[in-house]
């Protein structure tokens, strides 16, 4: 199976906030404010699990625009993609902009049980809900232009779904929803026209997926 939906919304980011805090003192998720010719979407990043303090994994990079021609003469909107490489998709481990780079080091993989998976987790953080929010919050700029992947709202104007949307074990109520191709992500653009990227997911979700999505 798959997320019902999926897209990219590009417009002007306006604002942001994170939920307000629940009993425990936790915050869920940082919420963008987008602003695109149909109105204001609300974009919902998920930085916590719900389940713990360290529940969430993140990591922020820099990108060059051709690394993602989907983008390229896109104007401001939300835009359905098929969840595909040829659709223009994010995979945080398939797409050559955001999948780990192996190198020399794959053709060891098969004989060094551990190493491709030591090579995908580098560069990522893990830490609380309060950690993830700060480091999103570093690369947000109120009047840039931003692009968020993800699902878009059944009902009103957002998207959520912003994060990592395969890896899940069996046991997770989200595992049927498992499936490649379809992963959020938040990108804010600089003025040298190059994007500061969020990647995230939950510490739950594989680094490794199989061609269906599943934790490999």
């Known amino acids: 199976m798959s997320l019902d939906e999926y897209g990219v919304l590009l417009g002007t980011l306006t604002g942001h ?8 003192g936790r ?8 602003t695109a010719p149909a109105g204001r979407y609300r974009c919902a990043v998920d930085v916590d699990s719900k389940h713990t303090t360290t529940g ?31 659709g223009g998709a994010v995979d945080y481990q398939r797409h050559p902009a955001f999948r780990p780079a192996l190198g020399c080091l794959a053709a060891l993989a ?6 491709e998976d030591f090579v995908r987790r580098q560069g990522w953080s893990t830490g609380s809900n309060l950690d993830a929010a700060t480091a999103l919050e570093a690369i947000l ?53 190059r994007y500061d990227v969020f990647q995230n997911k939950f510490t739950s979700q594989s680094f490794h997926t199989d061609d269906r999505g599943h934790p490999a």
């Open 110 to 115: 098969p004989f060094a049980p551990g190493l």
């Open 141 to 193: 700029v109120v009047g840039a232009r931003i692009v968020v992947f993800g699902e878009p709202f059944t009902e009103g104007l957002g998207v959520h779904n912003v994060h990592q949307n395969q890896g899940d074990p069996a046991d997770s109520q989200w595992y049927d929803e498992n499936d490649p191709w379809q992963d959020g992500v938040t990108m804010v653009e600089r003025p040298d026209g």
């Open 17 to 24: 906030r994170r939920d307000t805090p629940d009993n425990e």
């Open 27 to 34: 915050w869920f998720h940082v919420n963008l404010d987008v």
């Open 56 to 86: 969430v994994q993140w990591r922020t990079r820099t990108l060059h625009p051709a690394q993602l021609p989907v983008l390229s003469g896109r104007p401001a909107g939300l835009h359905r993609l098929p969840m595909s490489a040829a």
